[in-house]
């Protein structure tokens, strides 16, 4: 197989100034997409603006000899959805790739974390995947192509002490993947998650590991290395869609969500779940449903449920 090429196709990346998102504009553009590099260039939690932070991405891709366009668009609004798109269509002329990248975080015992912390966090994440894929998405449907990449996260898929209101922002990104996937295979639209791994000022403001922790981290999880799975997922040598792959320090690994053989009994009572705890929890017969109604169908057809 020879290398992966993107030349002629057209990328948005979202919050691409920094960090993980950089090093996916750096190397779409290396590869020969031309990108869209958005970013407000704002702290942590989501105050201010620095657009010049998208600018210096966009001279960095410029110096290398690629195409690049910068946007300073805001994700969470419909508005900004449309803008970021717009500027690919303008500078470009086309749209076959977006990468939803953009986010903040926020590290709050649950205890302390407010209904507002949670909303804030759900319509950074979630609404901005949802604003610019959107804006998106009658492009890549009318023209029967594209590829469409989420960014959740191991704390939306695993849990993340501290940090309840952005884990539940980021697995429902994962929830909102899945069923977009389902709708774009009659398009020939491939939608995908990942997952990363990086260490960038976001890891940094999750938690609060010791100095030592800090820079083993820092050792370990280059944001660059996220970046060979976009760039994959993006181009044509990439046939899967509604899959989830955890990406950091150089490992690639799909999320399997799905049930074991389970235990049936149509005359359920709590003491025959109890007897037969090793059945419903283990994984044998593991089955990996397409979508909810797979699931279902499934159980009925293989169990005699129903």
Known sequence: ???ISLEGKVAIVTGAGRGIGRGHALLLAERGAAVVVNDLGCALDGAGRDTSVADEVVETIRSRGGRAAPNGDDVTTKEGGRGIVETALKQFGRLDIVVNNAG???SKAFIDTSLEDFERQWRIHLGGHVNVTQAAWPILTGQGSGSVIM???GGGMYGLP??????S???AIYGFARSLATEGKAFNV???TVCPGGFTRMLEGLGSPDTATLEAMRQSFPPELVAPAIVWLASDACDVTGQTFEVWGGLVNRYVVGGGRGFVDRALTPETIVAHMDEITGTNELYQPVDAFDGMAHWQANLGVG
């Open 1 to 3: 197989m020879g290398d």
């Open 104 to 106: 903040v975080s926020l």
């Open 151 to 153: 960014t959740a996260s």
């Open 162 to 167: 501290e940090a309840t209101a952005y884990s």
């Open 169 to 171: 922002a980021k697995a």
């Open 190 to 192: 491939r939608v995908n």
